[in-house]
């Protein structure tokens, strides 16, 4: 079950679809059978969004205290901080919480869409159409 996050000022809507500068990125990896870790960054939400989808052939990897710390951090979302660290905790294993990150992640860019294409059909800031 997912948490219900109060929707975004139109402020933190914006900082949702922004992507993080170098310093900022968050180190992650995605682990496959044949390879092992490929190391990667995240920059922002929609990339940690895509990044935790779930996929037969690859396991995302994340820390997700530390996500759940770049995300009160860099992002400065401490409501989904918070349902982030709340559903790692309440999971029974790191595939669910993933699975229960992503969805709350993807709540949150859903949410954002609606505050900022609110004002009359703006472009989404990263993803370079209307929401």
């Given at each position: 079950m997912t948490t219900a996050l109060p929707l975004p000022t139109a402020e933190l809507a914006e900082r949702v679809f922004a992507k993080c500068g170098y310093a900022d990125r968050l180190p992650a990896g995605r682990f496959t059978a044949?390879?092992?870790?490929?190391?990667?960054t995240i920059r922002g939400l929609p990339e940690l969004h895509l990044y935790l989808a779930p996929d037969e052939r690859s396991l995302?990897?994340?820390?997700?205290?530390?996500?759940?710390?770049?995300?009160?951090?860099?992002?400065?979302?401490?409501?989904?901080a918070r349902a982030t660290r709340e559903a790692a905790h309440a999971a029974g294993s790191y595939v669910d919480a993933c699975i229960a990150t992503h969805a709350l992640v993807g709540q949150r860019l859903d949410q954002a869409r609606a505050v900022l294409g609110a004002g009359a059909g703006l472009t989404v800031p990263g993803t370079g159409s209307a929401p």
């Open positions: 044949r390879v092992g870790i490929m190391r990667g995302p990897a994340v820390n997700l205290e530390r996500l759940a710390d770049w995300i009160d951090a860099v992002v400065a979302d401490a409501d989904l």
